[in-house]
């Protein structure tokens, strides 16, 4: 189940140009039952905003800040990953160019493991599940502590994409037997800003639940951008307790229609690629192109890229950046 608190601090987070947002919504009956401290259940979105504006009003109001790659973890869609605080290698988790999907923050207090998950609706009840799971099997031994959650993400979009996908995470993790603590709620309107009677996300991003962006966001950015756009289901790439990194194996059939695809123009990508075309970051395009490239010149990754059906393993080296040591 979730608890909402709408006055605990949170520490910040990543991406966009802030920027003015939407507020509100109404209160719902089981967020005023939840801030008198007891169980609530079936919360709504709208509910969730009317305690919730404020706090996303301060998130939105963060400079963006520009996270270099040492001490990082990247996280891409449809990826997650869980560190602790005794990860020496790990300092912080990232992820942005979230435009419809919810960027989802999952930490426990006592034993400081914590989770983020770029989420985008491909089957979000089984996520949350795997992203409840990952977090609970670092604190069974902690004596006290409860599991906060942070929902970054999405804006007002002509096909309701963000508004749907909102209600899914929240009745996902209300569904939770344990008790959820929602903290951070800056999602679809509150997370909205109109330009021209064109709407935008403010924040793209998020690193540590302040707004950021990411110059670097590898290892193999192309292989794991391909996974991706091949139909990929939700995966934990890293192992906190051996400090490492893992990208695959990953295998799929050749993309259909490739070289159509790249002989598209700009615009064409973006109608048909995006689910938000007109609130992509300015390096969409460029970022697909790549990836479908990349899927060009490996159609069949269980002969080029992973032969000995083996993953990639990364670690990070004395001066913070990630290194190969296995493949």
């Known amino acids: ?5 709408p006055h605990l601090e949170v520490r910040g987070g990543s991406a966009g140009t802030p920027g003015p947002g939407g507020a509100g919504g109404g209160e719902h009956p089981g967020l005023s039952s939840a801030l008198r401290g007891r169980p609530l259940r ?9 305690w919730g504006g404020e706090k996303a ?12 790659p040492k001490g990082l973890l990247y996280v891409q869609q449809r990826e997650f990953a869980v560190t602790t605080p005794k990860d020496g290698s790990v300092s912080i988790l990232g992820s942005d160019d979230a435009t419809t999907c919810h960027l989802v923050v999952l930490r426990h207090t006592g034993s400081g493991a914590t989770c983020l998950t770029h989420c985008d609706g491909s089957d979000t009840e089984a996520e949350v ?18 599991l906060e959650l942070h929902l970054v993400g999405g804006f007002n979009d002509d096909r309701q994409l963000s508004q749907k996908l909102t209600n899914q995470l929240l009745r996902a993790f209300d569904l939770q037997p344990d008790d959820v603590h929602l903290v951070t709620f800056c999602v679809t309107e509150l997370n909205d800003r109109e330009e021209k009677d064109i709407h935008f996300p403010i924040i793209y991003g998020i690193a540590e639940i302040f707004p950021a962006t990411f110059p670097e966001k590898g290892p193999d950015e192309d292989l794991r951008s391909a996974h991706i756009l091949t139909g990929a289901r939700l995966t934990n790439i890293y192992d906190a307790k051996k400090e490492q990194l893992h990208i695959g194996p990953y295998f799929w059939r050749p993309f259909p229609h490739v070289d159509f695809w790249l002989e598209q123009d700009d615009q064409q990508i973006l109608e048909n ?14 970022h697909i192109r790549s990836t479908l490239t990349f899927l060009k010149e490996h159609p069949f990754p269980s002969r080029s890229l992973f032969p000995d059906r083996k993953p ?16």
Request: charged share 20%.
């Open 1 to 5: 189940m979730i608890r909402a608190y």
């Open 42 to 50: 079936g919360p709504s979105a709208e509910g969730a905003a009317g």
């Open 57 to 68: 009003k301060l998130l939105r109001s963060r400079p963006t800040q520009i996270v270099e």
């Open 129 to 146: 599940s795997l992203i409840m799971s990952s977090v609970k099997s670092f604190s069974n031994s902690a004596d006290y502590g409860r």
């Open 273 to 286: 690629l995006s689910t938000s075309p007109l609130a992509e970051p300015p390096h969409f395009v460029s």
């Open 312 to 327: 990639r393993i990364y670690r990070k080296n004395q001066d913070g950046l990630w290194e190969q040591v296995c493949s």
